[in-house]
């Protein structure tokens, strides 16, 4: 006690000088959270203290309830208002350990001690009671005794005091004190797993104010103590098993990485449930703050923050610029009772493009970054495993909803790799998650529907490999063209050869192997710990369309209609409204990477530009070389259609000026082919006769083509 009560007292930080948790525990009364989150690091840093830290390791249950009773000691005689209350008791919670270990590395040898884990949540318990103290009363004499809760176990009075009568002591449930309890399970990050292994879990038990704090998804670092209890061989019998079963008693939670990208705030319901658990003894000061408002300021700022993306990856610039406005996002809208639908905020962007581009590591930098993200292979995901699926609880044998890959992704990005690959199946749960962000569950008695807000970043191949480039993007791509259009951006990226850029490449890609690395000093980019702060300060801002913004994405829309209208005969699709709300979202994306309050012009343009480069490269029709978007949302184009009107109605004029009833299949191709300049595949030629059957013009008999009798009916 006089240790810690010294450590509390005495204890100052170099940079302010005067006496540390002077202020935290002002801070604590005014605030009324009685939460002590104490850094370790500090208290072995301190000298008289250096003995305290190592008791605390050693025989935590004995020395945490220790520091409650010395810090609500002194508060009581600091502070002449404070009364200690039960239902808000002050509570130390250590963290900060010298050592965090891995789920592989918890021994026999660390049960009863402190321990500092990393994991992935991936499961959480409703809320359980916990018995904190038992109320037994006699049934003979009705006498009462009250027990308190020691380790974890009550212990039942076999005597009762007053009447010594054996066994006759009855719980009274509505007299014990309960506290709040979850159980959770935390599972090895990916990174931390050996190659072909499956990951480790362990079961978190936690109470009180920690309900909630750690959501399923959320990478978090654990402090507490590591507990055996006996399982017992049959529940009515005393004999115990000679395995114990594992848990660790959560002491404190820690959800920051200063590495990793923080949630979107402005995404949050208005009715969602946020717990208030502080996780850090510093002050409402951001050391951060300044240098990110200098960072804002330099001109070259929007060039620089791509640069910033992946730094190891060469050119690739418009990419870059559209991932970055990606972990920025745009801004979500609610409904807020007046009948209109909630709004996304967040991107989608697809890569396409030939082997060797990088594309898988821009992704796996994107992943690193994000802070629900769950990187997954088409090839090994299945619908289940993105969406939920049921399973049975392995404590109590009940069936439960696990959460998939973009449920845990709510609130980050979601990367899919070999997106191409994907079944059919698995594919079409994404449309509902592309849109609407949700995803619909009707499972084993369970109907529900849950949350998927994420941003989606896919990359896909194309079919044979190489790009061809005299075939539309969706011939290219195995990907159905209504799953296509839900992306704001979908960028080509093509290995085309070119000496210099060829040069350049090979010398960055060189100085990444050098032992010295010449040119890593010359590329001037963000620090990760700067780029993460700057992103997550720019994604409390909400920023609001100016009257000449909303007037410029209007001319814009109207413009790239227009230009659909060439030679005035058909009306082809360059631009919708999804186009548009895309624009939409990537202006207030870049108004909030230059921390503006409102959406300008400028953000528009860039906006508008990146879109159209995205729209050159994806949507052009290879035959006509304009933007076409039927090309996307049906996979076919609208000259390809009208091509395709043109050829049915000379087959069609062919069989009606044919003299005979009957004609053989091998024979009107051939006069097709006779009175055509464009080559018609056998495919496209079955295609238009059986439009034809449908329009009970003929009749086709005959199983191969050149087998196949075409009869003319009615005409």
């Excluded at 000298?47 to 520091?67: A, C, D, K, T």
């Excluded at 959560?250 to 009715?271: C, F, P, Q, S, Y």
């Excluded at 700067?530 to 410029?552: C, H, M, R, V, W």
Aim: proline share 5%; glycine share 6%.
């Amino acid at each position: 006690m006089g240790m810690f009560r010294d450590f509390i007292t005495n204890f100052s930080d170099q940079e302010l000088g005067n006496p540390f948790y002077d202020l935290v525990l002002q801070n604590m009364l005014e605030y009324q959270n009685f939460n002590l989150n104490l850094d370790c690091q500090k208290l072995k840093s301190y000298g008289p203290s250096e003995r305290l830290y190592h008791q605390l390791l050693r025989y935590p249950q004995e020395i945490i309830p220790v520091m409650d009773h010395t810090l609500t000691q002194m508060l009581m005689d600091r502070f002449d208002n404070y009364a200690p209350d039960e239902s808000n008791p002050v509570r130390v919670r250590p963290y900060n350990l010298a050592r965090a270990c891995n789920l592989r590395q918890l021994n026999p040898t660390d049960i009863d001690q402190l321990v500092s884990i990393k994991g992935l949540v991936i499961r959480s318990s409703p809320v359980i009671p916990d018995m904190k103290q038992a109320f037994f009363r006699c049934s003979t004499c009705d006498a009462t005794v009250e027990v308190e809760n020691d380790r974890g176990f009550i212990a039942e009075p076999i005597v009762c005091e007053n009447c010594q009568s054996k066994n006759t002591m009855v719980l009274v449930h509505n007299r014990c004190v309960f506290s709040d309890m979850q159980v959770s399970r935390l599972q090895e990050t990916p990174d931390e797993t050996p190659d072909g292994q499956t990951p480790y879990t362990v079961s978190l038990c936690g109470y009180d104010d920690l309900m909630d704090v750690a959501k399923p998804g959320d990478r978090v670092e654990i402090t507490g103590i590591f507990r055996g209890i006996p399982v017992r061989v049959n529940p009515r019998r005393r004999a115990v098993k000679s395995l114990f079963k594992t848990y660790v008693d959560i002491v404190h939670i820690k959800k920051e990485d200063k590495k990793r990208l923080g949630r979107d705030k402005t995404a949050v319901a208005e009715n969602e449930y946020q717990t208030m658990f502080k996780e850090g003894d510093e002050m409402e000061v951001d050391d951060n703050e300044d240098q990110v408002l200098e960072l804002s300021k330099r001109p070259d700022l929007y060039s620089l923050l791509a640069r910033s993306v992946a730094p190891s990856i060469f050119g690739l610039d418009d990419v870059k610029k559209g991932v970055l406005l990606q972990l920025f996002g745009g801004s979500h809208k609610f409904s807020h009772g007046n009948g209109t639908p909630r709004i996304r905020g967040d991107l989608n962007v697809l890569l396409v493009g030939d082997p060797g581009v990088s594309k898988s590591q821009l992704l796996q930098y994107v992943h690193k970054l994000a802070p629900r993200g769950v990187y997954t292979s088409g090839k090994g995901s299945s619908a289940v495993g993105l969406t939920a699926y049921i399973t049975r609880d392995p404590d109590t044998r009940q069936l439960v909803l696990e959460s998939g890959a973009l449920v845990l992704s709510d609130g980050g990005i979601c990367c899919i790799d070999e997106f191409d690959k994907m079944s059919d199946q698995t594919r079409s749960v994404l449309h509902e998650v592309m849109e609407q962000q949700t995803i619909s569950v009707a499972k084993a008695g369970i109907i529900t529907t849950l949350n998927a807000r994420t941003s989606i970043l896919a990359c896909a191949n194309p079919i044979n490999s190489k790009f061809d480039t005299n075939l539309s993007v969706a011939a290219n791509v195995n990907l159905p063209p209504p799953l296509m259009s839900r992306f704001d951006l979908l960028y080509l990226i093509l290995d085309k050869p070119n000496e210099a850029d060829d040069r350049r490449l090979a010398q960055h890609l060189v100085s990444l192997y050098l032992t010295e690395k010449p040119d890593a000093a010359k590329n001037d980019i963000v620090p990760i710990e700067l780029f993460t702060s700057y992103i997550n300060y720019a994604k409390n801002i909400d920023p609001i369309i100016s009257e000449e913004a909303g007037q410029t994405l209007a001319n814009f829309y109207v413009s790239m209609r227009k230009t659909g209208s060439y030679g005035g005969s058909s009306n082809v699709i360059t631009f919708t409204t999804r186009q548009l709300e895309s624009m939409i979202r990537l202006s207030e994306a870049h108004a909030k990477m230059r921390l503006s309050q409102t959406v300008e012009k400028q953000d528009v343009e860039e906006a508008h530009r990146l879109i159209l480069s995205a729209l050159q490269t994806a949507a052009v029709d290879p035959r006509t070389g304009r933007i076409d978007l039927d090309l996307v949302t049906t996979g076919i184009s609208a000259w390809g259609r009208q091509v395709h009107e043109q050829k049915r109605s000379a087959v069609r004029q062919l069989i009606q000026d044919y003299d005979k009833q009957t004609i053989k299949w091998p024979e009107l191709l051939r006069l097709f082919q006779q009175q055509s300049d464009i080559p018609l595949a056998d495919k496209d030629f079955n295609d238009i006769l059986s439009d034809l059957v449908e329009e009970n013009l003929i009749h086709v008999t005959g199983r191969n083509n050149a087998d196949k009798v075409i009869r003319k009916l009615s005409l």
